[in-house]
């Protein structure tokens, strides 16, 4: 699917892909799950190989600034929301007044930049020319990985009340999933960094000094994201061998019960069984009273064996 929006230094209008024109200030592209078709045509009309825009939807390309002769790849790291939250990759082509977005999946940070732009003035994002484009984009992406994690803040929290409750079964589970999506996102944060790195300092045409300052600015916002998801990856870590040593407690806690269970019945299980082997001459067998004593000893025994567990502090 593509989407073409043209910037004329006053408004922005939706066009196809044949109405690009370097007439406009800025044309903004962008390529969503693109059929063969689409990509051939894009292809045509833009000038860049189709294996080179076939390197934007391969979700496991690794985050980088190329400089080719006529235009500029940056490839980037962006959350993905699916069952699970993970992250894949993207591409940014930028060529003469063409910003070309392409992506596989749905990524929102992109979606909520096409509403910025219907929203707001657009002279507030595109008057100020293509590298604070760029930048946007990417602060947006910052945006949507500090949601995230300040989201997640609240949910360790809930998670660790449910551990010391013991309430939720399932909470491994659970810790070892968010651990799974932090340890994507530390990758995805640090080579998005390496990005910002050589946006900030490497002169680029297609920036200005004070876009550099911008990229800069969200360099730092990176490193804070990248201390902020170690520092909960460490409390999952923590709360997982919590509940390690939680679950350890509760089964010493039931072996303790069958172990008092065992003793209490032991001695009781043993005397009657002696009396039940068949032998003719035993002692008290033929006394009246001979079950109400070795009751009585059973008892006694029994008593005996609760008052040392309550004593230990077994029993409380």
């Known amino acids: 699917m593509l989407e073409v929006i043209g910037y004329n230094g006053k408004n922005i209008e939706k066009m196809n892909l044949d109405d690009l024109s370097k007439e406009y200030a800025l044309c903004w592209i962008d390529c969503y799950a693109p059929s063969d078709e689409e990509l ?3 292809s045509d009309k833009i ?3 189709v294996e080179e825009l076939m390197l934007g939807l391969d979700e496991q390309e690794v985050p980088r600034v190329e400089e080719e002769d006529d235009y500029y790849l940056i490839i980037f790291k962006a959350p993905l929301f699916e069952e699970d939250i993970t992250t894949t990759s993207f591409g940014i082509f930028i060529k003469d ?5 392409v992506h596989t999946d749905k990524i929102k940070s992109i979606g909520r930049l096409c509403n910025l732009l219907k929203t707001k003035k657009p002279k507030m994002l595109l ?5 604070f484009f760029i930048y946007t984009l990417l602060n947006q992406i910052t945006i949507s990985y500090s949601r995230i994690l300040l989201n997640l803040e609240d949910e360790l929290d809930e998670l660790e009340d449910s551990l010391l409750q013991g309430h939720n079964r399932n909470i ?10 932090l340890v994507y996102f530390h990758k995805a944060l640090v080579s998005n960094k390496d990005v910002l790195s050589v946006l900030k300092r490497k002169y680029i045409p297609i920036t200005t000094q004070e876009d550099r300052w911008h990229f800069e600015d969200l360099y730092y916002d990176i490193l804070q994201l990248i201390d902020m998801e170690t ?3 460490e409390l999952l870590v923590s709360m997982m061998d ?6 350890n407690i509760r089964m010493n806690q039931i072996m303790k019960i069958l172990t008092m269970v065992t003793t209490l019945f032991a001695v009781p299980m043993w005397i009657t ?4 082997m068949n032998f003719k001459y035993m002692p008290l067998i033929d006394d009246p009273h001979g079950f109400w004593i070795v009751f009585g000893i059973s008892f006694v025994v029994i008593a005996i064996l609760f008052y040392v567990f309550i004593k230990e502090k077994w029993i409380r």
């Open 97 to 101: 007044n063409v910003i070309l977005t």
């Open 40 to 42: 051939r045509k894009l």
């Open 273 to 276: 069984g002696i009396y039940g």
């Open 242 to 247: 919590m509940n390690l040593s939680l679950e």
């Open 127 to 131: 008057d100020r020319g293509i590298g």
């Open 47 to 49: 000038n860049i190989k």
């Open 231 to 233: 520092t909960y990856r």
């Open 172 to 181: 491994t589970e659970e810790i070892l999933q968010l651990r799974k999506m």
